[in-house]
């Protein structure tokens, strides 16, 4: 186990601390005694292993030779810290450095002469225990000689700033690499490191491909890396990154110091889901000459754009009364058809002209609203079929109309079924036409306009031989409807005379009773005072 200094407060030779040279206490008493009096320690107890480190003594300190044993010859005289922390070297002449105490510092000394240009170079190893001063002593070991230079270089990696990172002047390692941490300038973000080399050098591999540190949010990176600069005005950086400021999107400008957002001019608006480094924009006006035409069970809307608008405009059709599928889509022509209407029914009908800011639900659209009547249901009625002719029958009906316009010069097609299997079609601008039937089979007609089938009759029956020849539904039920109103107002009239009767029976019966009790009053009125015989009346009763 090595010598420990014994001095009060002093580390060397201990673990972790630096190696210095220890002397070992002197042999004889007297001596001894100088240095326990001259030691700060109290009832020090001397023992084999223990000593006093060389720090203790000035630099200059004289030795002697006891028993094959160097010591000092003045008792130990430095104990303040900041006296002993000193680093000094002593330089024997064409010998290598003997350095008693290192600095946290790397060093490099060149000792040499320039007439046989010996140089010898030697490295100081960091210590833990880092001196204020360095001191360098040259001894002549009487050799002829003259000293040209001594030079004494601190290699340590020096100060820099690169890719927004800047690293502090860093002593190089006695290993050949560490790795140092940086910290990211001011207005950036990140966690930067760097190696430094033992040459006293930043790796140059590592600077080249340094990206540890980014620009915060509104900020950009300078021209050389070194700093980050806000954004100009009318530019933004949404993100922490490396990248330079964007011009703020259309229609949108930055505010105050805040240069991480743009917000939108007044009148113009971002959609709901668009983040805010997107454009604005301007609600459209109103679709224009909006025009329609209308059938009995579809609508056909046309209209021009807004004035305004752009190549993005889109229009939305909102018809309360129609199919609801129609309010759930966009569309991009100025033509719309709707369909599966009712007719004869009045549609509300509103063309939006839809953009990005429409989709905020702080914009109001801009709608054309028109009132759409459908036509009303043209029909052929009347359809009926007769006996003409042996073997043929009579088909008439009446012309259709619409509303009080009644539709003439039209082609009609009278179509005809035997047995639910279709047989042929005649055509005829008549009301009427004579059929050929040959058989008793069931006979089915219906009459439709050429130019539209949609406008047709409900179909009749027809067959040979049976009592009912001429099937007309809609007089049919009239004639229902006639038999069951008449028996309704019969029955209306037998309540009302049997209410009469009642009521006329009861009236008797009370102008009976008032007869009566005016009879029997009158004849006690005649009586008084006269004995009467009793006697029973057959007329009252």
């Known amino acids: 186990m090595g010598r420990k200094c014994s001095v009060y407060s002093c580390s060397s030779n201990y673990k972790d601390a630096d190696t210095v040279k220890i ?11 100088k240095w326990l009096n001259a030691l700060p320690n109290a009832q020090l107890v001397v023992m084999k292993w223990i000593g006093v480190c060389e720090r203790h003594w000035p630099l200059d300190y004289s030795t002697y030779q006891q028993k094959g044993h160097s010591l000092p010859v003045d008792p130990p005289s430095i104990f303040d810290k ?6 000094f070297c002593i330089f024997d002449f064409h010998q290598t450095i003997d350095c008693r105490m290192w600095r946290n510092d790397c060093l490099s000394l060149t000792l040499g002469r320039p007439t046989c240009d010996l140089r010898n170079h030697t490295i100081i190893e960091p210590s833990r225990n880092s001196g204020s001063y360095l001191y360098l002593a040259i001894r002549d070991t009487g050799a002829c000689g003259s000293i040209h230079s001594v030079t004494v270089t601190i290699k340590q990696c020096p100060r820099i700033t690169s890719s927004l990172a800047v690293f502090e002047e860093t002593p190089a390692p006695l290993r050949p690499r560490k790795s140092v941490k940086g910290r990211c300038v001011e207005n950036a973000v990140g966690f930067p490191w760097l190696t430094c080399t033992s040459t006293g050098r930043w790796d140059e591999r590592e600077l080249k491909t340094l990206e540890s540190c980014m620009c915060a949010r509104g900020y950009e990176p300078s021209e050389d890396s070194t700093r980050c600069n806000v954004c100009k005005e009318g530019y933004y950086k949404s993100t922490d990154a490396s990248k330079r400021c ?4 259309q229609h949108s400008y930055t505010t105050g110091g805040d240069r991480t957002h743009c917000v939108c001019f007044s009148g113009y608006y971002r959609a709901s889901n668009d983040a805010k480094d997107k454009g604005c ?5 109103p679709p224009r000459n909006v025009n329609w035409t209308s059938n009995q069970n579809s609508i056909t809307l046309r209209w021009q754009p807004p004035l305004n608008s752009g190549r993005d405009v889109k229009y939305s059709i909102n018809c309360p009364l129609c199919n609801r599928d129609q309010d759930s889509r966009l569309i991009d022509g100025t033509v719309q058809v709707i369909h599966s209407l009712q007719p004869g029914t009045v549609y509300s009908v509103s063309i939006c002209s839809e953009n990005n800011a429409t989709s905020n639900p702080l914009v109001k659209k801009n709608c054309s609203t028109v009132h759409v009547t459908t036509k009303k249901r043209v029909k052929i009625t009347h359809l009926s079929v007769r006996p003409s002719q042996r073997n043929s029958v009579l088909v008439e009906w009446s012309r259709p109309n619409s509303g009080e316009i009644y539709l003439n010069d039209f082609d009609y097609e009278l179509r005809m079924w035997r047995d639910e299997k279709f047989v042929s079609t005649f055509h005829t601008k008549n009301t009427q036409y004579v059929v050929p039937v040959t058989d008793n089979s069931r006979y089915r007609f219906e009459v439709y306009l050429s130019s539209n089938n949609n406008i047709r009759s409900d179909p009749t029956y027809y067959k040979l031989g049976a009592n009912m020849t001429n099937i007309d539904i809609g007089v049919k039920k009239l004639g ?10 019969l029955l209306m009239l037998l309540f009302l005379l049997f209410a009469v009767w009642c009521y006329r029976r009861q009236d008797l019966q009370a102008l009976q009773q008032d007869l009566r009790l005016v009879d029997v009053s009158q004849h006690v009125e005649q009586c008084k005072g006269v004995s009467l015989k009793s006697y029973t009346s057959l007329v009252l009763y």
């Open 82 to 87: 900041k006296n002993f922390r000193s680093t």
């Open 23 to 33: 002397f070992r206490f002197p042999q004889d008493d007297d001596e001894k005694q």
């Open 246 to 249: 964007e011009k703020c999107p």
């Open 281 to 285: 924009y301007q609600p459209y006006g």
């Open 480 to 489: 229902i409807a006639i038999g069951i109103l008449t028996v309704i107002i």
